[in-house]
């Protein structure tokens, strides 16, 4: 037996996993994409948060470009009353831009993903809280957003 009996081999270095996300788009198949690679330029949210109360909803909107310029933006719905499941509602909805945008492209996809979002809450008083994650979308973009 050669060497000390006290020394282990070293482990090979793990291999870094990149996180990964799933985004669902509206009336087509969800994309797969890599965080880094993607990072988010702007988004807007709004709701009622949790706070301790058996019930909620929150609605968010956002835009992520990838090193390539191509842009998705997404968005969701959630709601939950724990006294009632049947006013329980998640919506997922979202636009893949697959070439480089202009910037028009690219606010008129936030739009049509607000009036997904729209169109699909069961809730009608809920409806109207979108403008406000559209709205904190938009103020958020910035003026260099397509290169």
């Not at 996180?19 to 702007?42: G, H, M, Q, S």
């Not at 968005?75 to 009353?81: A, H, I, N, P, V």
């Not at 909805?93 to 936030?110: H, I, M």
């Amino acid at each position: 037996m050669h060497g000390n009996i006290n020394e282990q081999p070293k482990p090979d270095k793990p291999v870094e996993q990149k996180k990964r996300r799933t985004i669902t788009l509206t009336n087509r198949a969800p994309i797969e994409i890599v965080e880094d690679e993607w990072p988010v330029i702007a988004e807007g949210a709004c709701g009622c948060p949790d706070n301790g109360q058996p019930w909620g909803w929150d609605i968010s909107i956002h835009v992520r470009r990838s090193k390539y310029a191509r842009v998705v933006v997404y968005g969701s719905f959630r709601s939950w009353d724990e006294s009632d499941d049947d006013n329980d509602q998640r919506i997922r909805v979202g636009r893949l831009l697959t070439y480089s945008p202009d910037e028009s492209v690219v606010w008129q996809a936030v739009l049509d993903v607000g009036e997904d979002l729209r169109s699909r809450i069961a809730h009608e008083p809920l409806r109207k809280h979108v403008v406000y994650a559209t709205d904190a979308c938009f103020a958020k973009l910035p003026s260099n957003m397509v290169a």
